[in-house]
């Protein structure tokens, strides 16, 4: 049945524009695409559609929250490539299981100019959402669970962006499947306020400058928030929970700004910066790794101020043979590991902290010498560099450690007993 609707146009004029209510029967979707006009609006018959669709004009298809549309496991279950498509309230199912086409529940193709995928439920397909050159997409409020019939790194992402300048991804949540966000090769891009589970990376960044990635939660995935090859991006507000290898990852990243992200439990490093230079590190929360910060393969430059550092193993892990300052204007980190004293009361150590000492240093290069741990003779090695810093080879020295940890924001969003 059609039911007409006046929708009015920002220059003054009108359309006559359409509801349609489709039934569930085979093909009736693609029969009613053919009538429907642009603007029309297919609302969905509550039941099982087995069709494979092409979207290609500015049309909305409406699932209500009671339609699934399965691809019965060939290609992508639904195309756009029309401009001003809206796809809401649908569970699609049955992807095909082709790497090289892409294989997707959505795919959004480069024509596909501003799409709108709004709270459906995508489920089992290689690929949830690819977002394939369309500019300024939204996916929000979507649930993507991806494939867990493979081994986890042939398996597709939940949302996988390519060279869609101003694609926002938002408030979904994302769990199984490879990577939650693969990003290549884009720019001016927003993830914000998802959740990610069960994931090899939760959110992975190759070569996507100017963009950001804010206000996420990752629980349980391999790794957390990795930005490779990209300058400028702001990874701001995250979370981390439990991740078993690293919770921010900086892989010849630059120029970026890591602030207010809590990682807590990371096995392996809370960060993890790799040839990564001119970042600023402010204001997060690194608790409970194995190492909280670790920096190699040149990485210099870097700001790092205002961060907690809190029961980590190894505190930082950098190998210098200079001296690098981690406190700027009177104000330099917390670290739950420094017994400091504060005279004056005014919230900052009255003694300089040092992460490292040489001992350190040779442990990181020779392993085997941690059998000498607890000997006498490193003992003495380590009281003497702590009498008379001098002896100290270089590495990291913060002048003004904090005596208490500020907390992030993001912190709310954290699991806490009680």
């Known amino acids: 049945m059609r039911w007409l609707l006046l929708i009015p146009l920002l220059f003054g004029s009108s359309l006559w524009a359409a509801e349609w209510d489709v039934p569930n029967r085979a093909g009736a979707i693609t029969e009613t695409l053919a009538q429907a006009e642009e603007g029309d609006t297919l609302r969905l018959s509550p039941g099982v559609y087995t069709e494979r669709l092409v979207l290609d004009r500015p049309i909305t298809i409406d699932g209500l929250g009671q339609a699934t549309i399965d691809g019965q496991g060939k290609g992508s279950v639904i195309t756009v490539t029309g401009q001003g498509v809206t796809v809401r309230g649908l569970t699609v199912v049955g992807s095909g299981s082709d790497h090289e086409d892409i294989d997707s529940g959505i795919k959004l193709t480069k024509t596909a100019i501003a799409p709108r995928i709004l709270d459906n439920v995508l489920i089992g397909n290689l690929y949830g959402v690819d977002i394939h050159g369309a ?28 060279n869609a300048p101003g694609a926002v991804v938002e408030d979904n949540d994302i769990q199984y499947g490879r990577d939650g966000i693969f990003v290549n090769s884009s720019r001016k891009n927003t993830f914000r306020n998802n959740l990610f589970r069960d994931l090899r990376f939760a959110v992975h960044y190759m070569y996507a400058d100017d963009s950001e990635v804010s206000d996420n939660v990752s629980i349980g995935n391999d790794l957390g928030y990795a930005v490779m090859f990209t300058t400028n991006v702001k990874v701001v507000n995250n979370v981390s929970i439990g991740d078993r290898e690293h919770g921010v990852m900086l892989n010849y990243a630059n120029e970026s700004v890591i602030s207010g992200n809590v990682v807590k439990g990371a096995k392996e490093k809370c960060t993890f910066l790799y040839n990564a230079n001119k970042n600023e590190f402010t204001n997060n929360w690194f608790e409970g790794c194995g190492i909280g910060i670790h920096f190699t393969a040149g990485s210099e430059g870097n700001r790092i101020v205002g961060n907690a550092f809190v029961g980590n193993r190894t505190q930082v892990k950098y190998v210098s043979t200079k001296w690098v300052e981690w406190s700027e204007d009177g104000r330099g980190n917390y670290w739950s590991d420094f017994a400091a004293y504060d005279v004056d009361g005014d919230g900052i150590a009255d003694a300089p902290y040092r992460p490292n000492d040489s001992m350190d240093h040779v442990l990181w290069t020779q392993p085997a010498a941690k059998m000498l741990l607890g000997s006498p003779a490193v003992q003495l090695v380590r009281w003497s560099q702590s009498a008379f810093p001098a002896l100290l080879p270089g590495g990291v020295v913060d002048s003004n450690p904090m005596m208490k940890a500020p907390k992030p924001p993001a912190m709310q969003k954290v699991p806490h007993d009680g």
């Open 135 to 162: 500019r300024d997409s939204l996916v929000k409020g979507n649930r993507i669970e991806g494939r867990q019939d493979r081994h986890m790194n042939i398996r597709g992402n939940g949302v996988y962006v390519w």
